[in-house]
């Protein structure tokens, strides 16, 4: 059986698909992966060979600028964030398109597998004829933002005849039950495996301390937009908590950081999977992959979710009411705030029952490798 992985140029958006690819791999099907060029690193550090549907480029070029290239604004309202990203996976989507369509016609694969923002993943998969399945990323998102990525492709998908986006003819929900949106779950439940690029885990990571262990991050878009001055104050705030810092950062932002005080462990990029189960908190944007990885390792969370990416803020808000975590809501990121919070989340020791009790919760659900069997199932039928 012959699986085409179709994503965008987005860390992000691409590693929670790899343990799938992975369990495909294993079970003796050929896998490819589809996207821009500028996921072709990622793809193959992952160990999946990869063809590429569209030359180099960002996800910034689609997301902060119109179809002409002008710069977008970002909104500050939620509403209008949603809006913004549906129409940016669509400008995405039609960019992709003719490229994808091109791979399914050369490789011919039996199965499309898509994450939600492939909105191209299942246009083709209708055009050709093949099933394609939904891979959620994490926590799930607003539906709402599909019916903008559909006025977004308004024309592409009327030069081909379609009223809109097809449905997958199967769904992968990994958000456990307890954190679902009102709108329940996707399709079938899966277990979330964390997967980081490759990294060397440093010998730190399984050493025993004595003072709490905080890892804070603000992903990889906040910092390079000049989120640096926020996290540098806040690296040497923190450690007047009595903490252990480790500062998640690409490489390239340390240097912005100062002199870095004496409780900081480690700064720089760090594998998640590895780092966060010797740690007792963790600080971060609310991204989908720090989100699933702090889930995992059953810490509780201070989630600062940013401006630029709509979806934080309704992830946010589910893992605080389920009572594993606090949030920070307010622009700019108030420093005074963090710390009060972080301070809160060491000592209440509900925090961590709750995200204990959150992580046996994520553990208990279908592995990726048992769910193969639905896609081989999927492949059959449609023959």
Same mark, same amino acid.
């Given at each position: 059986?012959?699986?085409?992985?179709?994503?965008?140029? %987005? /860390?992000?958006?691409?590693? &929670?698909?790899?343990?799938?690819?992975?369990?495909?791999?294993?079970?003796?099907?050929?896998?490819?992966?589809?996207?821009?060029?500028?996921?072709?690193?990622?793809?193959?550090?992952?160990?999946?060979?990869?063809? &590429?549907?569209?030359?180099?480029?960002?996800?910034?070029?689609?997301?902060?600028?119109?179809?002409?290239g002008n710069p977008i604004v970002f909104a500050r309202e939620e509403p209008q964030m949603?809006?913004?990203?549906?129409?940016?996976?669509?400008?995405?989507?039609?960019?992709?398109?003719?490229?994808?369509?091109? $791979?399914?016609?050369?490789?011919?694969?039996?199965?499309?597998?898509?994450?939600? *923002?492939?909105?191209?993943?299942?246009?083709?998969?209708?055009?050709?004829?093949?099933?394609?399945?939904? *891979?959620?990323?994490?926590?799930? /998102?607003?539906?709402?933002?599909?019916? *903008?990525?559909?006025?977004?492709?308004?024309?592409?998908?009327?030069?081909?005849?379609?009223?809109?986006? &097809? #449905?997958?003819?199967?769904a992968l929900e990994p958000c456990p039950s307890s954190l679902l949106p009102e709108s329940g779950a996707r399709g079938h439940a899966m277990r979330y495996v964390q997967y980081d690029p490759p990294a060397t885990v440093p010998s730190w990571a399984f050493d025993r301390h004595e003072r709490p262990r905080l890892l804070l991050t603000l992903g990889t878009v906040a910092p390079a937009a000049g989120g640096a001055r926020v996290l540098r104050e806040l690296v040497n705030l923190l450690p007047r908590l009595g903490v252990e810092l480790l500062v998640a950062v690409a490489n390239d932002i340390v240097p912005e950081l100062g002199p870095l005080p004496d409780a900081v462990v480690a700064a720089g990029f760090l594998p998640l999977a590895s780092v966060l189960p010797s740690c007792d908190l963790v600080v971060h944007h609310c991204g989908g992959g720090s989100t699933m990885a702090a889930i995992l390792a059953g810490l509780p969370q201070l989630l600062v979710p940013q401006p630029i990416v709509a979806e934080q803020y309704d992830s946010?808000?589910?893992?605080?009411? /389920?009572? %594993?975590?606090?949030?920070? $809501?307010?622009?700019?990121?108030?420093?005074?705030? $963090?710390?009060?919070? $972080?301070?809160?989340?060491? #000592?209440?020791?509900? /925090?961590?029952?709750?995200?204990?009790?959150?992580?046996?919760?994520v553990s208990a659900m279908p592995s990726p490798a048992s769910l193969v069997p639905l896609i081989e199932e999927l492949a059959a039928d449609a023959r």
């Open positions: 059986m012959r699986i085409l992985v179709s994503t965008g140029p %987005s /860390y992000g958006l691409y590693c &929670p698909v790899v343990p799938m690819a992975w369990a495909l791999r294993a079970a003796g099907h050929e896998v490819l992966v589809a996207a821009p060029e500028g996921l072709a690193p990622t793809a193959n550090g992952s160990g999946l060979p990869f063809m &590429p549907t569209y030359g180099p480029m960002h996800m910034a070029e689609v997301m902060a600028h119109d179809r002409a949603l809006e913004q990203a549906g129409r940016g996976f669509g400008r995405l989507a039609a960019r992709n398109l003719p490229g994808l369509r091109k $791979v399914v016609e050369q490789w011919r694969p039996d199965v499309i597998i898509g994450e939600p *923002h492939s909105y191209s993943a299942a246009i083709a998969a209708q055009l050709h004829g093949i099933p394609w399945v939904e *891979h959620g990323v994490g926590l799930g /998102y607003f539906r709402e933002m599909d019916k *903008h990525g559909v006025a977004e492709l308004e024309p592409e998908l009327t030069e081909l005849g379609l009223g809109g986006l &097809p #449905e997958p003819d199967l946010a808000r589910r893992v605080t009411a /389920y009572g %594993s975590a606090r949030q920070l $809501v307010g622009q700019p990121i108030d420093p005074d705030a $963090v710390m009060e919070n $972080v301070r809160a989340l060491l #000592e209440d020791e509900t /925090y961590r029952t709750k995200a204990r009790a959150l992580r046996a919760e």
